[in-house]
């Protein structure tokens, strides 16, 4: 995703590229996500749901192994585990139905800030600009991640407009949980590839 465009991009945008993972841990995927302009994020809440997602991927065995974990619990263990993610799935579509679901959009985020591609003709938010960032970190939980961020930079190439988004000081436990998150996440695509 990076290299195609990144001859294209603005000084500011290959800055803020650089300044938002340059030397850290990174992860690309294709999420339900948006940004807010002038939203507000309660950094407590979005710790709440990291730390909880944690918890619930650590009892499931979620990390790299997925189904294969599944086949070293007991039997009842197993059969809750499928009820839990029918009724999860259910409550998701449910969610979706009853409210405008977030559009997947690819998108790199570290514990510094998100890039993210913006629904095609939108309006370039300008640089400064604060606001919240609302994600669904996982694709089994019906819930939204806000974090408060800041646009570092904006650049359109064609109909594609990225805008780079940086987290100002947040908050120990939040920058932690969020680096334990995007660890795991960084471990499920590398045993994803292994397994192609």
């Known amino acids: 995703m990076m290299a195609a465009a990144d001859a294209h991009w603005s000084a500011d945008a290959r800055a803020a590229e650089e300044a938002l993972f340059g030397d850290t841990l990174a992860c690309e995927a294709v999420l339900p996500a948006g940004f807010v302009p002038g939203g507000a994020a309660n950094a407590s809440r979005a710790e709440a749901l990291l730390l909880g997602l944690a918890r619930v991927e650590d009892l499931r065995g979620g990390d790299d192994a997925g189904e294969d ?3 070293e619990l007991p039997l009842l263990a197993q059969r809750l585990d499928a009820k839990l ?3 999860l799935a259910l409550l998701a579509r449910l969610v ?3 409210g405008r679901p977030l559009p997947p959009v690819p998108l790199r ?3 510094r800030g998100l890039r993210l591609r913006l ?3 939108a309006e370039p938010p300008a640089a400064g600009t604060a606001g919240a960032v609302c994600l ?4 089994w939980l019906p819930d939204e991640l806000e974090l408060p961020v800041v646009v570092a930079a904006c650049d359109r190439t064609g109909d594609a407009v990225q ?3 940086r987290f100002p000081d947040l908050p120990e436990g939040l920058e932690e949980a969020m680096g334990r998150h995007l660890f795991r996440m960084h471990r499920r695509q590398v045993a994803g590839a292994r397994r192609r």
């Open 119 to 121: 629904p095609e003709r």
């Open 69 to 71: 974990k599944r086949g």
């Open 109 to 111: 985020w570290s514990v």
């Open 163 to 165: 805008v780079w988004l």
């Open 96 to 98: 979706r139905q009853s």
């Open 85 to 87: 993610d029918l009724v």
């Open 136 to 139: 669904q970190p996982a694709d």
